[in-house]
């Protein structure tokens, strides 16, 4: 079997690859820089040099897949127009070198659970609108859209800070309010379910959110209470001020306009973090792969190096 993945040298991309390779399935992979693909030393994996911007690369990457996992996207950014030129149009000439080079191939979109609120964000309206292209314009290939909440794990650069503030000051910064909730799945979970899609028949249109098994997700006090468990100290939550954040973020945004550089905590960021209800469900994934999460948050964080300080001894 032969898979073509984008964003595949990034955060799950990696552990996506990594468990498809070990499976014995072939896989071709685009990439921005091919030496970054290359250090993965598998000589199995077949890279294509460039990007979603590459109508010509995204035809090489596609031609005789049986199927092709989509996960490359933006998550930084300032304005509409940076979210889409990746999310949305990235995906238009991806669904554009399907239709020329792979039109029976099935599809796996990684999405994220955001574009269940595409009002809040410019990341998540792009995220949305990425789906309702695939939706209108899918045709005879089976089109499976996978709504990740915030996947943490090895390699993480968005969840680890937060753990790690957490150990290392005994303080759970919370943007919103203590009782928000939220669903986390550890990364090998969510490849696994990747790999589970690949080995099923995929027939129409499908939309799945999937967590860690943890029902109703956790509210800061949960987290809390896992996470000092973990490193071995009281940890209590932090509701942040709401004026001081609102004003780092606007600064983020106006520095962003000078430096080109975009920032996680931006106004937009923000409107998602005060979200009260990031929970889902496991369900529809569970009914039609089989797959169940195997890893909750205790038995992740020890699994995940580099957030803990040290752990206390009593």
């Not at 294509?48 to 690369?57: I, K």
């Not at 669903?183 to 860690?212: E, I, K, M, N, Y």
């Not at 975009?262 to 009260?276: Q, V």
Request: charged letters at 20%; hydrophobic letters at 45%; glycine letters at 8%.
């Amino acid at each position: 079997m032969l898979v073509a993945v984008t964003g595949a040298t990034g955060f799950i991309g990696r552990r996506v690859c990594s468990l498809l390779r070990s499976s014995g399935v072939r896989l071709r992979v685009l990439a921005r820089d091919p030496a970054v693909a290359r250090r993965t030393g598998d000589p199995h994996i077949a890279i294509v040099g460039g990007d979603l911007g590459s109508a010509q690369a995204l035809r090489e990457l596609v031609a005789g897949a049986d199927a092709v996992i989509h996960i490359a996207g933006a998550v930084r950014g300032i304005t509409r127009a940076d979210f889409d030129a990746v999310n949305v149009d990235g995906t238009a000439r991806l669904l554009a070198a399907l239709d020329a080079a792979a039109p029976a191939a099935p599809l796996l979109h990684f999405s994220s659970l955001a574009a269940r609120e595409p009002q809040l964000s410019h990341y998540a309206a792009s995220k949305r609108a990425a789906e309702r292209l695939l939706e209108e314009h899918r045709g005879k290939r089976a089109v499976t859209l996978l709504r990740p909440p915030a996947v943490y794990g090895p390699g993480d650069r968005e969840m680890l800070p937060v753990f790690r503030f957490m150990a290392r000051t005994g303080l759970a910064p919370c943007a919103g309010r203590a009782t928000d909730r939220l669903s986390l799945l550890f990364v090998d979970d969510l490849a696994q379910a990747a790999c589970r899609w690949c080995t099923t028949p995929a027939t129409g249109l499908s939309t799945w959110s999937l967590h860690d098994g943890r029902d109703g997700g956790y509210d800061w006090a949960a987290l809390c209470a896992i996470t000092a468990d973990v490193c071995g100290r009281a940890v209590r939550v932090w509701e942040i001020p709401r004026r001081p954040l609102d004003l780092l973020a606007h600064a983020n945004a106006a520095l962003a306009a000078w430096t080109g550089h975009a920032p996680m905590l931006t106004p937009h960021k923000l409107r998602e973090l005060r979200h009260p209800d990031w929970s889902c469900d496991n369900r529809a994934i569970g009914a039609a792969l089989g797959w169940e999460p195997r890893v909750q948050l205790a038995e992740g964080l020890e699994a995940t190096p580099g957030w803990r300080a040290h752990r206390t001894e009593s």
